[in-house]
């Protein structure tokens, strides 16, 4: 796994952010976004609206979790580090709380390993069979067991009642991945009720195979 270098990955959590933002992902001061870097994890504030962030404020936590530097991480850090501790190949994490995604959580599923429908090739591509976690209230550490349980074979998960969180090989993969979740779950939500042509157990496979997550 190669880490980038803290200035560059402080100024691509504050970049990213910003477009996560200004496209309607993230309202408010919703969501939050780390980039694991050799000596630890730098993640936006506690409370920040990702449209603004200062690179020079985001957050750092060594190794053990321990704040060192920039303004107080999100009440959520120890989300990313759960990711973290079961991904090795993985250097960043994105949660965000965008409305169809959230919208899916929301809804009552029959099987919660596999919440989305394989209707495109990329959902499948980027992120394969999603799971959704049960509710937690958000900061609730009990949320980093039920996270660390699933995260080793899920890089994507739907947190109920709450959103998705992502983890990626750089923050550009975890980006790309979660918008795609956001975009497949906008997808499913329109052809609710409808007929739809899913791609084929045999056509999943082959995408797995050529693409994996």
């Known amino acids: 796994m190669k880490t980038l270098k803290e200035s560059a990955a402080r100024e691509a959590i504050a970049m990213h952010g910003e477009s996560l933002h200004a496209r309607g992902y993230v309202p408010g001061s919703s ?18 609206c ?20 920039g303004d107080p991480p999100s009440k959520e850090a120890f989300l990313h580090a759960a990711m973290y501790a079961k991904r090795s190949t993985s250097s960043a994490v994105v949660h965000l709380h965008s409305t169809h995604a959230v ?14 429908r394989p209707l495109t090739p990329y959902f499948v591509m980027k992120i394969g069979k999603l799971k959704l976690l049960p509710y937690f209230a958000p900061g609730d550490r009990e949320l980093a067991h ?11 998960i739907l947190l109920a009642n709450h959103g998705p969180v992502v983890a990626g090989t750089n923050l550009e993969a975890a980006v790309y991945a979660i918008e795609e979740l956001e975009e497949s779950a906008r997808l499913s939500l ?23 997550s």
């Not at 969501?31 to 920040?48: A, F």
């Not at 329109?190 to 999943?204: F, I, M, P």
């Open 31 to 48: 969501g939050n976004i780390s980039v694991r870097i050799e000596d630890g994890i730098l993640v936006s504030p506690t409370n920040s």
């Open 50 to 69: 990702l449209g603004r962030l200062d690179p020079a404020r985001i957050s750092k936590l060594d190794p053990e979790g321990r704040h060192v530097a």
């Open 103 to 116: 919208a899916v959580s929301c809804l009552s599923h029959a099987d919660p390993a596999n919440l989305i």
């Open 146 to 156: 039920a996270v660390e349980a699933v995260a080793a074979r899920h890089h994507a």
């Open 190 to 212: 329109l052809l609710d009720g409808r007929r739809v042509n899913e791609l084929t157990s045999d056509q999943v496979l082959e995408l797995e195979t050529r693409f994996p």
